[in-house]
């Protein structure tokens, strides 16, 4: 079996993007930032994370350009 993408826990996570686990498991929680549960645990592509990223950054560039 191939795996698809590195699979990062919740933590890793947290720290990539330089906010608490909390923080990323809400996110997750939501269906903001897209994951998985194995168990009780949080586990995220690093794919998906990316794309997230992508998304914020689209979606604040989009608040600025909107400003007068």
Request: no cysteine; hydrophobic share 40%; glycine share 6%.
């Amino acid at each position: 079996m191939v795996m698809r993408d590195e699979i990062l826990g919740a933590k890793e996570v947290a720290a990539l993007l330089k906010v608490s686990t909390r923080s990323i498991t809400r996110l997750a929680e939501k269906g903001e930032l897209v994951g998985f549960k194995v168990g009780d645990l949080w586990r995220f592509e690093r794919s998906d994370v990316e794309a997230y990223i992508e998304a914020q950054k689209r979606k604040q560039q989009q608040k600025t350009q909107q400003v007068p």
